[in-house]
């Protein structure tokens, strides 16, 4: 079993950063692949970035590549995402997941585990 908690969100002017952490409990969590989902009002959850269980492998939805940055600590049960030159469609609710290694990594029902989310919101 895993529990996820997100923090870190709020607003920021566009342009601006943030860096989102997720908060895991369980033993087995450094074994997990993870990743970020958002939700904005009135749209779909989408897939942001995931990150293999080592941390070795990274994967980003195209409108945040070079821009959105993930990461783990295993040591400290944690993933982040930090985000930088934050545009205002970026605005959502933002949710971790994890899910064993050996499945795909940008559909939300390959997760078992999600967070209760973190607001995000980027103004003009």
């Known amino acids: 079993q895993v529990q996820l908690v997100e923090s870190g969100g709020g607003l920021v002017q566009a342009g601006g950063s943030l860096r989102l952490s997720c908060a895991a409990s369980?033993?087995?969590?450094?074994?997990?692949?993870v990743g970020w989902f958002r939700q904005a009002p009135g749209k779909e959850r989408e897939f942001v970035a995931a990150i293999a269980w080592s941390g070795g492998g990274t994967y980003y939805t195209e409108p945040v590549k070079g821009r959105f940055t993930i990461s783990r600590d295993n040591a400290k049960n944690t993933v982040y995402l930090q985000m930088n030159s934050l545009k205002l469609e970026d605005t959502a609710v933002y949710y971790c997941?994890?899910?064993?290694?050996?499945?795909?990594?940008?559909?939300?029902?390959?997760?078992?585990?999600w967070g209760q989310g973190t607001q995000v919101t980027v103004s003009s």
């Open positions: 369980g033993r087995t969590f450094s074994s997990y692949a």
């Open positions: 997941a994890a899910r064993p290694p050996g499945r795909g990594y940008s559909r939300d029902s390959l997760y078992d585990y």
